[in-house]
């Protein structure tokens, strides 16, 4: 056989072999490239701050983050429903909330709730996200839930001020419109006590309208000096402790 056509029919032999090798590199590289990127990606999902639970297409619990697992102390195992009957005794709004959400799976949702964990109450907003495939069909579920203590306490607060500031005004009200008339009836007591002077039984009247006097004067000054909101009750309403609020 000639020389050259020998190479050239080596090199025909040589070339299937080698862009089969050449394939699989690159079939390895693109593996390994998805795995870093998968890698990456968990470790982002594992430090997140808000506890992340991911269910899958058959509402199986697929994967929940650190912070889930710090908050529910691995109440949810990975493989278990979400109606099973241990996960409706430990997180029951957990299966309200994936009923709620089977109807609506290609729909993001967001409410706040309160729930119990192992470490006591706590009020959280949860969002529901689906997960949609390179299909753009609906393959899963992500529920996050966000601590949301510190946001009631500040709007409590603004609340409260905002109560405490109807309050002052009222009382600023009140404490204006009955000094004048309470110190025309202290006037006109000690008057009637000059003029009548030896009169016993009326003597008397007129001492009880001055310690009424001074009662309210007493009632007025607390009004005054009120600084916070506080309430009691009184038969079937809550009224404004004005001893507790003057303190």
């Not at 009637?192 to 309210?216: F, P, Y």
Request: glycine share 6%; aromatic share 6%; net charge negative.
């Amino acid at each position: 056989m000639d020389p050259i056509v020998a190479v050239e029919k080596s090199r025909s032999d040589c070339q299937f072999p080698l862009e089969v090798g050449g394939d699989v590199q690159k079939m390895q590289s693109s593996a390994n490239s998805i795995s870093d990127e998968r890698n990456k990606y968990y470790s982002i999902f594992q430090d997140m701050r808000d506890p992340v639970l991911l269910l899958d297409c058959s509402g199986n619990i697929d994967h929940y983050n650190r912070a889930w697992k710090d908050v529910f102390e691995n109440t949810a195992t990975p493989g278990t429903r979400y109606d099973d009957e241990d996960l409706k005794q430990t997180l029951p709004w957990l299966g309200k909330t994936m009923l709620a959400n089977q109807e609506n799976q290609d729909h993001e949702r967001s409410f706040e709730t309160w729930i119990e964990t192992p470490q006591g109450g706590l009020p959280v907003q949860v969002n529901i996200k689906p997960i949609y495939n390179t299909k753009n069909r609906v393959s899963g579920t992500v529920i996050t839930l966000k601590n949301i203590s510190e946001r009631k306490q500040e709007e409590m607060a603004v609340c409260q001020r905002e109560k405490l500031q109807g309050v002052l005004e009222m009382a600023g009200a009140v404490c204006h419109e009955m000094n004048q008339p309470l110190m025309a009836i202290s006037g006109y007591s000690e008057l009637l006590s000059m003029n009548h002077s030896g009169n016993q039984a009326l003597d008397e009247l007129i001492e009880k309208i001055k310690t009424q006097v001074c009662r309210l004067g007493e009632i007025t000054h607390k009004l005054m000096g009120i600084t916070k909101y506080e309430t009691k009750d009184i038969l079937e309403s809550r009224i404004i402790d004005i001893d507790r609020a003057a303190e």
